[in-house]
């Protein structure tokens, strides 16, 4: 089977809006569709370029200790070009997310750095600069 393209990755949250929010005001994303509007079961599609993120309204993370993030299998992390790596980490900073240590990755790419930190909701998310593909 071929397929045209990835369509979206969707994810559960526990806090839709302000899962909206984040990923509005850091990454660029706008909504691109409501699902189920004015219902319990609503959820929200965001859009950058071609990619696509969904995202679900969960009771079932409402509990106390219970983290998204790396899972055993599955899902790890979400990447995402940036231009200024420096630029985007002091706007996370201002709104209180920690990020950790910057990661020079020379073996990728001659200028390529890496820094990792986690979502509202404990997603791993990853900020690449200067990545470049082998071919």
């Known amino acids: ?10 994810m559960n949250c526990r806090d839709v809006a302000a899962q909206e929010r ?3 005001k850091h990454f660029g ?3 691109s569709r409501t699902f189920h509007a004015g219902l319990p079961t ?4 965001l859009k950058l370029g071609v990619m696509r993120l969904e995202l679900h309204p969960t009771e079932s993370l409402k509990v106390a200790g219970c ?3 790396e899972q055993s299998i599955g899902f790890k992390h979400l990447a995402f070009d940036v231009p200024d790596l420096d630029q985007a980490i002091e706007a996370l900073k201002s709104d209180g997310v920690a990020c950790d240590p910057i990661v020079p990755v020379a ?18 998310i990853e ?9």
């Open 1 to 10: 089977m071929a397929t045209k393209a990835f369509n979206h990755i969707a």
């Open 22 to 24: 984040f990923y509005t």
């Open 29 to 31: 994303f706008k909504r």
């Open 67 to 69: 983290n998204a993030g």
């Open 42 to 45: 609503e959820f929200v599609m």
């Open 107 to 124: 073996s990728i790419s001659p200028t390529c750095r890496v820094v990792f930190f986690r979502d509202l909701e404990g997603n791993i």
């Open 127 to 135: 900020l690449m600069e200067a990545y470049e593909d082998e071919i």
